[in-house]
């Protein structure tokens, strides 16, 4: 059983920063990618932000420049530096761990941590 708890959301005003953490525990061997995703109220959700194992990461073109993500392999722990936070940026923030799986692999996801920009 695999488990992913994010913290570090909350009420921010607008260009103000956060950083939210995601930790992984269980059964991990290793993890593959990892990533957060968001989802506002009425919209889909969307990827915020991803790295592989390896440290490559890609960005949604709306939060380039503003938005770092990193992780902590000795710690299973993904981070995300937010910076420059606009009100459009409010969501529920969700992280998730790609793990093997046998022949193939899974993904997990955290139960979402709030972000609220807003004056």
């Known amino acids: 059983q695999v488990q992913l708890v994010e913290s570090g959301g909350g009420l921010v005003q607008p260009g103000g920063s956060l950083r939210l953490s995601c930790a992984a525990s269980g059964s991990i061997f290793s993890i593959n990618a990892m990533g957060w995703y968001r989802q506002a109220p009425g919209k889909q959700r969307e990827l915020v932000a991803a790295?592989?194992?390896?440290?490559?990461?890609n960005y949604a073109d709306s939060v380039k420049g503003r938005f770092t993500i990193s992780r902590d392999n000795a710690k299973n722990t993904v981070y995300l530096q937010m910076n420059s936070l606009k009100p459009e940026d409010t969501a529920v923030y969700y992280c998730n761990a790609d793990l093997p799986f046998g022949a193939t692999t899974l993904l997990h996801w955290g139960q979402g941590t709030q972000v609220t920009v807003s004056s």
């Open positions: 790295i592989t194992s390896g440290g490559s990461t």
